[in-house]
């Protein structure tokens, strides 16, 4: 058996066994693939001189190496893992509304909280509340290899890691210098890219040490969604004309009584509905139907992001069998994401009839207002009194009269709303590691990492001053002058709010969240000096034991933790401080059990558990246990079985043990209480009124606008941790009879029991109105449901609306099972080199079932509200082709995505109803007049061009065409699934919403 050297130990790499399975550590498994002897059993991936760690060991990992990164011109690491068939995209640069300044990744569509991001086998500072990694932070320009594990890791890498880890590998003993430059742009000219890195690195005193500093600068702009025809007006998933918010120009207000049809004269009929929203025309006057406002204009296709980073990392020889080694990360990006306008989104304001600028038609609609619950008709005020009352002088005066009612009105003369997340990130870490003998080696080390995140948002209003602004005796002068207040005109059209109005209404607001991480480590692995009687290599071990100790917290200013107080916000910023410790004891064995007998070439076993002891501050001291057991089997060269089977389990965040219940935003487009339904059906009518619907909405109830509901959730310090068990099993082929070729097909099977979570929109709805002729108002499922007190639907003010109701709970399951296919070829024809690289995934199913009795809902392949519950679509299938071909200094690259077909959820239907489907009408931009289903998404194909050309050993030039035939995303509207993931009438995540883009780099070593 070689010999593990101190050079090898540099690579932090273990003893090879067989080359067919390695020792899988924390410390040691990033890069014993880098480290292998390059012998008949390591596989190297096509194109680079990586060798392949899918081919040498018992869990399927997913390899993308530095030179895929460079032909791909990727910039983020988000971008990265975005198109990795098996990867359903999760928050990154295409998400707009629902980006909280970080990017992150969601293996097989289970959660971006469920997997463990690494660099160089090491977890570093988390970025918020939930635990999780900002791939922003990850310095791109130093990473060797992206390896993706599918399956439970937690015995190797601790809690969190239930569907696996991204492992992020940084070059080794870089020597040189390397710079790069980078710069790409869209086709229509917009969403430029600016990117540069520079590493600097060098070996010194005879190559006992090394040395790397990299810096990085990356700079983009944002794409608007007003800039592509296909988004420039916001389209109905359900109608399939022009929608928009409610909330538009001029206001809306509840409180109001109908008019009399041609007239101005309200409608006192005790039998018609007097309640909803209604908007004022040009005429002053409440009428029924309003004009949506068109909010995709100002939202974008891609954040504008800035990121400076620099990364450092040293390792020297103290002695022939001591090394100490360090690693330095700091990172400051800036992430601002843009929507439309903020305003009073259903505020409550209340407003006096002797205001200058309320019309008399709508004075008298306020008046006439039905105050009385039961069948009579009983106005708020008589004719009389209310002409009276427009003639007050003030508040001291006996004729004043005030009427309280919700407003919706865009503050379009305030400009964009715009938060600015701008993320400081700092992580550091030390060891020592060396030989205890020549075979057993030891590693201590530790490490501290900050990062702060704050949010700054601007142009919001406050409902506050709209409620100050709405009581005025004359048009210069506010009743309450205090702050000062400046009289606004509620009731005016686009451009009735002057500047000073503006100011007055508007404040920054701050939000900022901070999280630390310490680890310390130590690990003792290599040889045990036995080996199996069956086998000549001996059996390896590792043995460790950890600590980690987190904190978190959210410090919000008062603006941001005051429900409703900012117009648009989404709900109260509250503040959040937790924290928790871990103690862990762990061990793994790689052990052959048999070798070089017929039928057995190898036959491997490798197994692990690890000891978890949890301190939640405030709350319990959980002990879990976490194994695995693994086989790799291979009868012949040419063939290798190999099976993974886990038990794992994953502990509570700080976010979900320690945010309050809140108010907050979920999507729903369709209230089963709105329009006339409650009118025609008692039963329905009951529920309604239960949940807190006035009785004069009944048959005025509208729809959530913008299809966002609220919702109250939070999570509390008696959750328990998740259970999940993972298994795979899989095959490696590398036929003789076809030389460089390789491939792995391996199942994947994930379950996870006891879930951290909450019901989604369509389990809450069907729970309470699933069957409306058995509902009951006594239901718990539907008197949970609290609604809007003044226009009794499910959106407004979240200081007095509720909605819908879901803290986080442990009565969930989840599950996810498919097939992964990987393949890799290359073949000469003479001067011409051809490599071909096939990455593909078949997606069996991925449920959610949120309770013990509720629905199990299957989402693979299919697209609403409730699917893509934590991410973006989950398709059933999708692969990736990249063909790439040298000629000498010349290398010409095609890269070949395809994204199966995807439906409307049949479920999804059953709740809301179908999409639309027929002739799209005017006012919907490039799809008027055309034949459109937006129950269905066809089968979508990407390809990639890039030239590359090494002018010499220092010099490379890449030139590359991202969407070469500029393919267009499919149009399903707005309201077809989350705020988050579906924009622009699209889904930007999924599909690329930005058009044909041109890639240009240079790139200097020496």
Same mark, same amino acid.
């Given at each position: ?224 969604q007003g800039d592509r025809d296909f988004s420039l007006r916001q ?253 606004? *005109? ?49 059996? *390896? ?377 027929g002739t799209a009408p005017a006012g919907t931009g490039p799809i ?79």
């Amino acid at each position: 058996m070689k010999k593990t050297t101190l050079s090898a130990l540099k690579a932090g790499s273990a003893p090879v066994v067989l080359g067919l399975a390695l020792l899988s550590t924390q410390a040691f498994a990033q890069d014993a693939a880098e480290e292998a002897p390059e012998d008949g059993n390591v596989i190297v991936v096509t194109g680079s001189l990586i060798k392949n760690p899918n081919l040498v060991q018992a869990n399927p990992v997913n390899v993308t190496t530095a030179d895929a990164i460079e032909l791909k011109q990727s910039n983020l690491a988000e971008e990265v893992l975005r198109e990795i068939p098996g990867v359903v995209p999760n928050i990154g640069s295409a998400v707009n509304n629902g980006n909280g300044g970080s990017s992150y990744v969601d293996l097989r569509g289970l959660g971006s909280n469920r997997n463990v991001v690494l660099l160089d086998g090491n977890r570093i500072v988390p970025a918020d509340l939930a635990g999780r990694v900002d791939l922003n932070n990850i310095p791109l320009a130093l990473v060797s290899r992206v390896d993706a594990q599918t399956g439970a890791a937690v015995t190797t890498y601790g809690a969190d890691a239930i569907t696996g880890v991204v492992n992020f590998i940084t070059k080794k003993d870089f020597a040189g210098v390397d710079l790069s430059l980078g710069q790409q742009i869209t086709e229509r000219g917009d969403g430029a890219f600016f990117r540069a890195d520079l590493t600097v690195g060098a070996n010194f005193d005879d190559g006992r040490g090394n040395a790397v500093l990299s810096l990085g600068y990356q700079k983009s702009d944002p794409v608007y969604q007003g800039d592509r025809d296909f988004s420039l007006r916001q389209v109905s998933s359900f109608t399939g004309g022009p929608a928009g918010s409610g909330t538009g120009v001029p206001g809306r207000f509840s409180g109001t009584r109908p008019l009399i049809a041609g007239t101005s004269t309200p409608d006192t009929n005790p039998l018609t509905a007097n309640g909803g929203v209604r908007q004022v025309n040009s005429a002053g006057q409440a009428v029924g139907t309003f004009a949506t406002f068109n909010f995709n204009p100002y939202n974008v296709f891609q954040t504008p992001f800035k990121r400076y980073n620099i990364f450092a990392q040293a390792n020297y020889e103290v002695s022939d069998s001591v090394e100490v080694y360090t690693r330095g990360i700091f990172s400051k990006n800036t992430v601002d994401t843009i929507i439309a306008p903020s305003g009073s989104f259903g505020g409550t304001v209340t407003i006096n009839l002797n205001n200058p600028y309320l019309p008399s038609t709508l004075r008298n609609q306020f008046c006439a207002f039905d105050t009385d619950s039961g069948a009579a008709y009983v106005a708020r005020f008589d004719p009389a009194t209310c002409a009276a009352a427009a003639l007050a002088t003030g508040p001291t005066d006996a004729r004043y009269r005030t009427v309280t009612v919700t407003y919706n009105r865009r503050a379009t003369e305030v400009g964009p709303r715009i938060s600015n997340y701008s993320t400081t990130i700092f992580d550091y870490r030390v060891g020592l590691r060396g030989r205890i003998t020549d075979t057993i080696n030891w590693d201590v080390n530790g490490s501290y990492g900050e990062s702060e995140k704050l949010q700054t948002i601007k142009n919001y209003t406050l409902q506050s001053r709209w409620r100050q602004a709405a009581l005025a005796n004359n048009t210069t002068t506010c009743i309450d002058s205090s702050n000062g207040c400046v009289p606004v *005109n509620l009731f005016g059209d686009d451009g009735s709010i002057t500047p000073a109005q503006a100011a007055f209404l508007t404040a920054d607001s701050s939000t900022r969240v901070k999280t630390t991480l310490t680890q310390l480590r130590g690990l003792v692995s290599g040889e045990l000096g036995v080996s199996s009687p069956g086998a000549n290599n001996p059996v *390896n071990f590792a043995l460790g034991a950890e600590y980690r100790s987190y904190t978190a917290e959210q410090a919000s200013d008062l603006l941001a933790k005051t429900p409703g107080e900012l117009g648009g916000a989404g709900g109260a910023a509250p503040d959040i401080d937790g924290a928790y410790n871990v103690y862990e004891a762990y061990g793994e064995i790689i052990a052959p059990l048999i070798e070089d007998k017929p039928g057995f070439k190898s036959l491997t076993l490798e197994a692990g558990a690890r000891y978890s002891k949890y301190n939640v501050r405030g709350g319990g001291k959980p002990e879990t246990w976490t194994y695995k057991a693994g086989l790799s089997w291979e009868p012949m060269d040419d063939l290798k079985i190999r099976g993974n089977y886990a038990r794992a389990i994953r502990a509570p965040n700080i976010g979900e043990l320690f945010t309050p219940v809140t108010v907050g935003l979920t999507n729903l487009g369709v209230d089963p209480c709105a329009g006339a339904a409650p009118t025609t059906n008692a039963n329905l009518r009951a529920i309604c009124l239960a949940q807190g619907a006035p009785l004069g909405t009944i048959g005025s109830i509208t729809n959530p606008t913008a299809g966002q509901a609220n919702i109250a959730t939070g999570g509390n310090l008696n959750i328990t941790p998740e259970k999940a068990t993972t298994w795979t099993i899989g095959a490696v082929i590398q036929p003789s009879f076809l030389p460089r070729f390789s491939m792995t097909l391996d199942y994947y099977n994930i379950k996870v029991t006891d879930v951290i979570g909450a019901p989604l929109p369509g389990d809450l709805i069907g729970a309470c109105f699933g069957s409306v002729s058995a509902a009951s108002a006594t239901n718990p499922a539907c008197t949970v449901i609290r609604r809007n007190p003044i226009t009794g639907g499910l959106d407004g003010d979240p200081a007095i609306t509720q909605g819908l109701f879901a803290p986080l709970d442990n009565l969930g399951t989840l599950k996810s099972d498919g097939i992964d296919l990987v393949m890799n070829y290359s073949h000469d024809f003479g001067a011409v080199k051809w490599n071909a690289s096939f990455v593909g995934n078949y997606t069996l199913h991925q449920k959610f079932k949120a309770t013990p009795t509720g629905i199990d809902r299957d989402c693979v392949g299919y697209f609403s509200v409730n699917c893509g519950f934590t991410g973006s679509i989950p398709p059933k299938y999708q692969w990736s082709l990249r063909n790439t071909f040298t000629y000498g200094k010349m290398d010409v690259s095609v890269l070949w995505r395809h994204i199966a077909g995807v439906e409307h959820e049949p479920l999804d239907i059953i709740d809301q109803g179908a999409f639309f489907s027929g002739t799209a009408p005017a006012g919907t931009g490039p799809i008027a007049g055309t034949q459109v289903d937006f129950n269905k998404i066809p089968a979508y194909d990407y390809f990639d061009l890039t030239l590359r050309w090494n002018v010499n050993d220092n010099f490379t030039f890449t030139a590359a065409v991202q969407n070469l035939f500029d393919k267009q995303p499919p149009v399903v509207g707005n309201t077809a699934g989350s705020t988050s993931y579906n924009s622009g009438n699209t889904y930007p995540s999924t599909y690329d919403a930005l058009g044909r883009r041109f890639a240009f780099s240079a790139r200097v070593k020496f």
